[in-house]
């Protein structure tokens, strides 16, 4: 299957500093990607969705100020989580939208701010 | 997005099949059913969709009810590799301009040996 690729794939970061995960789709384009977000024993929450060349739209209660996404390319999305908190903490998953409809997800990058 | 609602967790023995159920029972008529699994500690890994027909890959097969209000996703020969949260998702096809993936709680699968 086709495959989407996270870097890193774990970061620890002091409060107060803004920390930048990559998505890329390796081996297709991807006009749409999507960030999730999940906490320890529980599901996967969706962030984001990323368009490239466009503005990103935000699901309601998420900080679009905060979580700044920026999908510059058909192969690239990036999700900096600016000012990071202890709150923050938690895996950062991606998705991209492959031509026949199935979504193929990153391996997730999983954050811990000090 | 229609909901849908899966047991939060089972047990099944390695060797035999699992049978995974999901009820969607306000599915629309242009939304599909996919299912995903998540091993611990990694992304969400396809494996199989379908609209109104049964599907059968290399992974699993899809049996979905004739009014399409539930489904049944079967692993013919369960591995202790295949211990993961099963996520059954119902979504609008491609071509609508929302279709994103909303996961719920999923059903924790269990392989013993």
């Known amino acids: 299957g086709a495959v989407v690729s996270q870097h890193p794939s774990w970061v620890i970061c002091k409060s107060g500093t803004s920390v930048k995960i990559e998505c890329r789709s390796l081996?297709?384009?991807?006009?749409?990607m999507f960030w999730y977000r999940q906490f320890p024993k529980q599901s996967l929450m969706l962030m984001a969705t990323?368009?490239?060349?466009?503005?990103?739209?935000?699901e309601q209660g998420v900080e679009k100020d905060k979580f700044l996404i920026n999908h510059a390319s058909l192969t690239l999305s990036t999700l900096t989580v600016t000012s990071a908190h202890p709150e923050d903490s938690s895996f950062y998953i991606c998705?991209?939208?492959?031509?026949?409809?199935?979504?193929?997800f990153g391996e997730g990058s999983r954050l811990t701010v000090l | 997005d229609a909901k849908t609602t899966q047991p939060p967790s089972m047990d099944c023995a390695e060797g035999r099949a699992a049978n995974l159920p999901c009820n969607h029972s306000?599915?629309?008529?242009?939304?599909?059913v996919y299912w995903y699994r998540q091993i611990h500690s990694q992304g969400p890994q396809y494996i199989i969709h379908?609209?109104?027909n049964n599907e059968t890959n290399e992974m699993a097969s899809l049996i979905i009810t004739e009014d399409r209000k539930s489904s049944t996703l079967i692993l013919p020969h369960a591995t202790l590799r295949d211990t993961a949260v099963y996520y059954c998702?119902?979504?609008?096809?491609?071509?609508?301009?929302?279709?994103?993936?909303?996961f719920g709680a999923g059903t924790t699968v269990t392989v013993r040996a």
């Open positions: 998705s991209a939208q492959g031509g026949t409809g199935e979504l193929f």
């Open positions: 081996d297709f384009q991807a006009t749409t």
């Open positions: 990323s368009n490239e060349g466009s503005k990103a739209t935000y």
């Open positions: 306000t599915i629309s008529g242009n939304e599909y």
């Open positions: 379908g609209l109104k």
């Open positions: 998702i119902v979504r609008r096809g491609r071509r609508s301009n929302d279709y994103k993936l909303s």
